[in-house]
């Protein structure tokens, strides 16, 4: 039987998953959750669990946030508290931490967060059960269904980016998604309409052909949306799991409660955003003509009114088909909003307090270091490998061109979105091609289905290197990090990106214009499914503070070819930056951690 997991933001949202119906719940910690605003201490994590157990509801501890190297102790910790406490899994998103945290606690199961980006059959070593990306086929759910355990969202907010594969909120807001902070960049307006805010996902009417492709759990999102939301959709999927099927009203209250209009997802259609408003709107009632609004829906004593353009609450009752007088533009969409909507929330959950002792003892990698200084480039086309080749000492590149990197060593650029017959497709190339040419061929490592090729490879910062734990190639350290971040790493075998447009976003949803422009100005360019910071990193002669504490190879991403010299003349002392850095960036190298 497929299992329903609900989100357990806070106790009561916990008790009211489980009395309507959850067979799961999921919750964070006082730490490393994604949803950072919606924790629980640690200390009542053990009486949760037993009230869940004896209940039949598991209890799923979400630590599924990046962690840094001088938090590591503190997050095996919460490990512990998980452990100890009789949770049933833990949903993590470093997947490198994997055999660290297998050794810790032998009989943890794990389950990777969406926020690791498994979207093949090749990323799922060490896990569990994997909760899929939104963005995933039907063919591809099925086929990762017949081999591991997957968990599927059917209801709830939508990321517009591939989870995990965001860093807008971070590096052009100063707040980090992937550290459970994110400041929802993606609700705002760009082209002055909503162009990247999505509508929330709605599949209560696939239920069964999931079920058909193998899944094995259904997930709700919302730890941070209110225990009538939580109630509600757990009763109302629960009975159409028990084959009771749902009504007319059950929609309403489920639209009532948290709607931003529906979506069936990327599964089914090709577009999930609504650029005309960001937040929740209910239930569509109608559009305003002549200021009068004919209600499509009844309205009842105590529900709100939500006028696009202004909200009023109501305090009268309204049959549908009625005519009521609203004054505002001409085809304003108007929606309930609120309603005193009843939940039950079951039996008191009082918790108490229990002190775990935890004792890890992580071992660290073994020290190593660059000696000599390298510079990494990016190589756009054959046109743009000829003018750096030689000038860069390892150049990434398309696969086709190969042929033009004479020089330099060339580094294939693997796919960052691929499922799992075109990572086979892409495994099968790369070797084939490698062995003609012998061990000069390396990678950069862009997706999870190549992590473990036999080759010489860089990590992309895509993979959100955050810490040294988890035994990577040479990673491409997260641009997330700053000086003082990366002075934590003992190894420093790594490789830091000093010049580029940083990718903000990796979406699906079809963009048409070049450029996305917010409120301020700020120019995001779009190209081929990427969205790039509105301004260029250059450290220019702050690179010799990562030289300082022992960085040795630099990653330039640029298709101007001048910023190779520049930086090399740098390193040389001889190079004055003052004018030429002007409108650019030191993106997060020097926020404060």
């Not at 053990?46 to 630590?63: M, Q």
């Not at 943890?108 to 070593?125: D, E, F, V, Y």
């Not at 929330?345 to 992580?362: A, F, Q, R, W």
């Not at 992590?451 to 350290?477: A, M, Q, R, T, W």
Request: glycine fraction near 8%; aromatic fraction near 10%.
């Amino acid at each position: 039987m497929v299992e329903l997991v609900l989100p357990g933001g806070n106790i009561n949202c916990i008790r009211a998953a489980v009395a309507n119906g959850a067979d799961a719940v999921y919750i964070g910690l006082s730490e490393f959750s994604a949803r950072a605003a919606a924790g629980i201490d640690e200390m009542y994590l053990r009486s949760i669990v037993d009230f869940c157990h004896e209940r039949n509801v598991k209890v799923y501890v979400a630590l599924n946030t990046l962690v840094k190297n001088n938090e590591m102790m503190r997050y095996f910790e919460l490990l512990g508290y998980a452990a100890q406490g009789g949770c049933d899994a833990v949903i993590i998103q470093d997947l490198d931490l994997i055999p660290i945290i297998k050794k810790h606690f032998r009989n943890l199961r794990i389950h990777a967060s969406t926020q690791a980006g498994i979207m093949n059959l090749q990323s799922i070593k060490g896990c569990d059960r994997v909760v899929l990306p939104r963005e995933m086929s039907l063919d591809e759910i099925r086929r990762m269904s017949e081999v591991v355990e997957t968990e599927v969202f059917v209801q709830g907010a939508l990321c517009v980016s591939y989870s995990g594969l965001c860093l807008f909120s971070s590096i052009a807001g100063g707040r980090s998604g992937n550290r459970g902070d994110c400041a929802q960049p993606c609700r705002k307006m760009y082209n002055k309409k909503y162009s990247l805010s999505t509508k929330d996902l709605c599949l209560i009417d696939k239920l069964g052909e999931l079920q058909e492709l193998g899944v094995s759990a259904f997930k709700i999102e919302g730890r941070l949306r209110s225990p009538s939301y939580v109630g509600i959709a757990a009763r109302i999927y629960r009975k159409v799991l028990d084959g009771k099927g749902y009504d007319k009203e059950d929609m309403r209250q489920l639209r009532i409660a948290f709607s931003r209009e529906f979506t069936e997802g990327f599964a089914y259609v090709d577009s999930v955003v609504d650029p005309r408003m960001p937040g929740k709107r209910g239930l569509f009632l109608g559009k305003v003509k002549d200021n009068k609004l004919i209600l499509q829906e009844d309205v009842r004593e105590g529900d709100g009114l939500l006028v696009a353009d202004g909200g009023f609450k109501t305090n009268f009752e309204a049959a549908k088909g009625d005519t009521i007088d609203i004054k505002a533009d001409d085809y304003t969409p108007v929606y309930i909003n609120s309603s005193e909507l009843y939940v039950d929330l079951g039996d008191e959950l009082k918790p108490k307090k229990h002190n775990i002792k935890v004792d890890v003892n992580l071992t660290r990698v073994n020290i190593e270091k660059f000696e000599h200084v390298k510079f990494v480039a990016k190589g756009y086309n054959r046109k743009h490998i000829e003018e750096i080749d030689g000038k860069a000492d390892i150049i990434y590149c398309k696969m086709e061109d190969l042929d033009s990197v004479k020089k330099s060593r060339p580094f294939v650029i693997s796919p960052k979105i691929v499922d799992s017959p075109s990572a086979d497709t892409f495994i099968k190339s790369f070797n084939e091609r490698r062995k003609r040419a012998g061990d000069k061929i390396g990678l950069l490592v862009r997706n999870r289905a190549f992590i473990d090729l036999d080759c010489d490879k860089h990590v992309d910062y895509c993979l959100n290197n955050f810490n040294e734990y988890g035994g990577k190639s040479v990673p491409i350290l997260s641009p997330e990090l700053s000086i003082e971040d990366i002075k934590t790493f003992r190894n420093k075998k790594v490789i830091c990106l000093v010049h580029g447009y940083i990718t903000l976003m990796t979406i699906k949803e079809p963009i048409k214009s070049d450029y996305l422009v917010d409120d301020e100005g700020r120019r995001f360019r779009y190209l081929d499914g990427e969205i790039f910071n509105y301004a260029e990193l250059g450290l220019f002669n702050r690179i010799m503070d990562l030289y300082g504490i022992g960085i040795r190879w630099f990653y330039i991403d640029s298709r101007d070819i001048k910023w190779i010299r520049v930086y090399k003349k740098i390193l040389k002392n001889s190079f004055d930056d003052r004018k030429i850095k002007k409108g650019f960036t030191t993106g997060n190298y020097y926020q404060i951690s």
